[in-house]
């Protein structure tokens, strides 16, 4: 890519993005198309899933279903990891983008081929590039404004409106299509709108300038050289560990099932949650403060995957339970069960902002970031305590009203409000400088062990009635949310002035 001036650097500021930079505009619609793609294939995969194949569904069982849904959701957070790294060593946040989108295009496209094989292929491209791009395109919105800039926040609450409209309006369209037309084609249009993201991040190159155009660090000749080795290396290793399972697979040494793929890709990410939080604890010079906020990360890690583990329910049991016991039928119209995943991002974008409000107007009296994460938790319970009651009404009604599930989406809702954005900023707060990227990296994976376990739960409960799920789960997030609330005091004293 051709250098390009700063527009962030002019002598007056960019302001012509609703008085923002122009940049703003190119990843606010990029990131709106890509969250499009994401919510729109995740609105349909478990019902394409478990539909009969003469319907032109996969055929799965409930439990299979389930446990490919974790594993995808959760794949897709894992690899924000080393989607950060590949941009802040190699390429530069714009080309990570770039090439992140392309991959995600080429995958929702490769999902709507009738082959069982392109379907999972299409997952793991769409991995890959959601890898690159989600945490990158983030990092650019901060670097098109100058340091001190105080439009900074307001410009990340706007980027967070297009992640939202884009998660809204997908589960409308995507879901029309692929319930009322075709599956396949459903998935595909979720490929449409990324490739329409691709298109608009080309055009609006310009208006961000060098913002991301370059790696953090630019290598000297040598560290240049050793990077490039270690990226041929680790490209071999990858091929090398493809074929060997398409050899293993072929001659039938172990069986790489999809149930046992799942299970081993749960024990990986478990393992490499221990080795970290080993690192974190046993290794590294670190001072007394450090150790004690490193323990309250911990904690958050905790009840950040646990939350998650239950508001991920929202694609698999809530979304069977919106096709197969909730009424459709709404004013005489009859709309697609997927359609209810719009429910979330609708009520984000109507409450985020009276929480931001709400917690400066309370000023230091506000909640301790770990009672905000109990409080998240008792919503949670809320969410599943109704699930409970439509659980048992549908078992002798048939069918419930889809209020029921408005009302568990607006307490996950709210539960969501008051963990995520607070999460990320106690990471920043209490993260130790010299590792501030690696904690980070610990609150994706705590997403991503959320959705893994979540996958995984509902897979357990897959043949039973749904009332024994999210009885289960109401009990888990009750017990966590006490927890949280008798911990929140001496936490907060321990870390002292960080919050």
């Given at each position: 890519m051709p250098e390009r001036t700063n527009v962030s650097q002019a002598a007056a500021p960019d302001t012509r993005f609703f008085g923002h930079p122009a940049g703003l505009s190119t990843l606010f619609?990029?990131?709106?198309?890509?969250?499009?793609?994401?919510?729109?294939?995740?609105?349909?995969?478990?019902l394409f899933m478990t539909a009969a194949v003469s319907s032109g569904g996969l055929g799965y069982s409930v439990t299979k279903a389930y446990a490919i849904y974790g594993l995808?959701?959760?794949?897709?957070?894992?690899?924000?990891?080393?989607?950060?790294?590949?941009?802040?060593?190699?390429?530069g946040q714009q080309r990570t983008v770039l090439l992140g989108g392309i991959l995600i295009a080429i995958g929702y496209l490769s999902l709507a081929i009738p082959s069982e094989a392109a379907f999972f292929a299409g997952m793991g491209i769409v991995v890959l590039g959601t890898g690159l791009l989600k945490p990158n395109i983030s990092t650019i919105v901060g670097q098109i404004y100058q340091p001190g800039d105080p439009r900074r926040d307001s410009g990340f609450s706007i980027f967070y409106v297009g992640i939202n409209l884009g998660a809204t309006i997908a589960?409308?369209?995507?879901?029309?299509?692929g319930e009322r037309?075709?599956?396949?084609?459903?998935?595909?249009?979720?490929?449409?709108?990324?490739?329409?993201?691709?298109?608009?991040?080309?055009?609006?190159?310009?208006?961000?300038?060098?913002a991301g155009l370059r790696p953090v660090e630019p290598p000297s000749p040598e560290i240049g050289a050793q990077w490039r080795r270690n990226f041929r290396n680790t490209i071999l290793g990858i091929v090398l560990v493809l074929a060997a399972g398409a050899a293993i697979q072929l001659f039938g040494l172990v069986d790489l099932s999809a149930e046992h793929l799942v299970n081993l890709a749960g024990f990986v990410l478990f393992g490499i949650t221990i080795v970290l939080f080993g690192w974190m604890f046993l290794g590294g010079d670190w001072t007394a403060d450090e150790r004690k906020r490193l323990a309250v990360i911990a904690v958050l890690f905790c009840g950040s995957t646990l939350f998650w583990a239950a508001f991920e329910q929202a694609g698999s049991s809530f979304n069977l339970f919106a096709r197969n016991s909730t009424n459709h039928v709404l004013w005489g119209f009859n709309f697609p069960a997927s359609w209810f995943q719009s429910l979330n991002a609708a009520f984000i974008i109507c409450f985020a902002a009276t929480f931001a409000w709400l917690w400066i107007r309370l000023g230091p009296r506000q909640p301790s970031s770990v009672m905000k994460?109990?409080?998240?938790?008792?919503?949670?319970?809320?969410?599943f305590a109704?699930?409970?009651?439509?659980?048992?009404?549908?078992?002798?009604?048939?069918?419930?009203?889809?209020?029921?599930?408005?009302?568990?989406?607006?307490l996950h809702t709210i539960g969501e409000i008051l963990l995520s954005p607070v999460g990320l900023s106690a990471m920043t707060k209490l993260a130790p400088v010299r590792v501030a990227g690696l904690m980070m990296g610990v609150w994706f994976l705590s997403?991503?062990?959320?959705?893994?376990?979540?996958?995984?739960?509902?897979?357990?409960?897959?043949?039973m009635p749904p009332y024994d799920l999210f009885r289960t789960l109401g009990i888990i997030t009750l017990i966590s949310a006490v927890v949280l609330a008798l911990i929140a005091r001496p936490v907060s004293r321990m870390i002292g002035n960080a919050e």
């Open positions: 619609f990029t990131e709106l198309w890509e969250r499009f793609g994401y919510y729109g294939m995740r609105a349909l995969l478990v995808y959701t959760a794949s897709v957070y894992m690899m924000s990891l080393p989607g950060g790294w590949v941009a802040d060593r190699i390429l589960p409308l369209a995507c879901g029309w299509v037309i075709n599956w396949r084609w459903g998935l595909g249009l979720a490929g449409v709108g990324m490739s329409f993201g691709v298109l608009t991040f080309l055009r609006g190159l310009r208006r961000l300038g060098n994460f109990a409080l998240a938790m008792l919503c949670a319970t809320g969410g109704v699930m409970m009651i439509a659980a048992q009404r549908a078992g002798t009604e048939g069918r419930v009203s889809p209020m029921w599930l408005v009302i568990t989406y607006l997403l991503s062990m959320g959705n893994y376990l979540a996958g995984r739960l509902a897979a357990f409960y897959g043949d």
